[in-house]
């Protein structure tokens, strides 16, 4: 299956009336469908990957409501952000009026080329692990059969 792309113009008063791509997602699956999926490539029960699966869910959130970066190998970080307001001195900073809130980032695991890696640069990405592999197929190109 491929990313079905729903096209949609810009319709903001201060918009540009440009029509742009949107990610369509016809369904979500929850931990009991992952659990499922899981199942099929190993060795070990659904109820079981189910278990393990809300665990990490709980440590994630423990670890980063602690502040802590986790990293999941060959996937990517989950890490906390806080959104917030600037002060105008340090001393003028304060938790509670300037932070607004806390999101949880995402960024997905990447690979260097060797050449770059072996420099140290920074920069030559050649690819996310997650990026990888993605076809794209417009929304009203789908034929959808008719509810019941």
């Known amino acids: 299956m491929a990313i079905i792309v729903d096209v949609r113009q810009d319709k903001r008063k201060s918009g540009n ?6 990610a369509w997602h016809p369904q979500i699956l929850d931990t009991r469908a992952l659990a499922k999926r899981v199942e099929q490539n190993v060795s070990v029960k659904e109820s079981d990957v189910f278990a393990v699966l809300i ?3 709980n440590v994630l959130t423990y670890e980063m409501q602690n502040g802590t970066k986790c990293s999941l190998d060959r996937f990517g970080y989950f890490y906390p952000q806080l959104r917030s307001t600037g002060a105008v001195t340090k001393e003028d900073y304060s938790i509670t009026s300037n932070i607004k809130d806390t999101v949880i980032k995402f960024t997905p695991y990447f690979t260097r080329d060797k050449k770059n890696a072996a420099s140290g640069k920074t920069s030559g990405l050649s690819s996310r692990a997650l990026d990888e592999g993605f076809s794209y197929v417009l929304k009203d190109k789908i034929v959808q059969e008719p509810e019941p």
């Open 17 to 22: 009336k440009l029509w742009y791509g949107h």
């Open 55 to 57: 665990e990490l869910a």
